[in-house]
């Protein structure tokens, strides 16, 4: 579903609008047009759009309406108004198939998969994960907000991997105190670009919303910013080229491993966001170009999996460890370096 922020003919600019979004611009943020400051806060939403928008008087900066040459800067109050009053929080139960690793009344341990988006939001509404939980159970906590019932933590849409939801209040709580407390043990699987140059190491950087494209995470070294983050890894395999590699969170941040890899030089293999979808080691030969972009076709999203999570049950206070194996898109990218790395060798 796409925002329809402009009206369409003269009678509907009489009408009365509504205020659908409304965003302050942070400390630090760079003078960028209001066309484009809006579109690096709204998924699926097109500048055109925006710029429609603004034509007809509905996008309004500090309550004065503004063409979408504007210049937004920091302290600026941008609001987005449309003829229609803003949707109501209303999650559709659909029954979508998940991959079910553990459940009972409490909780409900799932393996998601690569392009599943976790909860509702804008462009969003339907085939979620908490749309499928609304399927399941009746009376879902919303400890998290009203759009996010029985989620504890979430996964980036084309992460794969080991999730756990609440089914009840108690739970909820419990879990969420346990991600909070940092009991939890988390641990990830990514290919990264270039190889890593220590065997083991920690990344340490604050994460928060980049002031230039608030779509992704940066890392704000002397911490003057953002949060603190810290990233744990062991290099698993070598190929020259990419590196795979095992990570635990000490932290759980906003895109915290695809932030930590590009800040030291290694952003995760095929991720669009984060500079990854693009050859960033190795030659410039046709051969090796082409071999490149099958592995980007095989894998047509960042290559990280949420391989196993541990935590303690909230009410029989066991712990509980579950592993997942790593997807066949990641597991084919894996072998077929292998393959390449051991033909060019034996070339050479």
Known sequence: MQADFFVEDEQNEQDELYVHHKFVATPGQSKIRVD???TNYLENTSRNRVQKAADTGCIQVN???VKSNYKVKAGDEVTML???PPRETEILEEDIPLD??????????????????VHPGHGNWSGTLVNALA?????????NGEDRPGLVHRLDKNTSGIMVTASNEYAMSHLAKQFFDRSTDRQYIAIVWGDVKE??????????????NRQVMTVFPNGDYGKHAVTH?????????????????????????????????????NDNEYGGDKILKGTTFNKYKQFI???????????????????THPQTKERLVFDSEIPEDMATIIQKFRTYVVGRNEAG
């Open 36 to 38: 484009k400051f809006l």
């Open 100 to 117: 079910v690793v553990f459940r009972d009344e409490d909780v409900l341990v799932l393996n998601k998969k690569p392009g599943m988006v």
């Open 82 to 84: 449309m003829t229609f």
């Open 293 to 311: 972009e099958n592995c980007f076709s095989i894998c047509p999203r960042h290559a990280l999996h949420a391989k196993q999570l541990s935590f």
């Open 199 to 212: 065997d083991s190491g920690t990344i340490t950087g604050h994460i928060g919303r980049s002031l230039k």
């Open 63 to 65: 309550g004065v309406p």
């Open 135 to 143: 399927f399941l159970f009746k009376n879902l906590p919303v400890g």
């Open 233 to 269: 890894y062991t290099v698993l395999e070598r190929f020259g080229y990419v590196t795979v590699v095992a990570c635990k969170l000490e932290t759980g941040r906003t895109h915290q491993i695809r932030a930590h890899f590009k800040y030291i030089g290694h952003p995760l293999f």
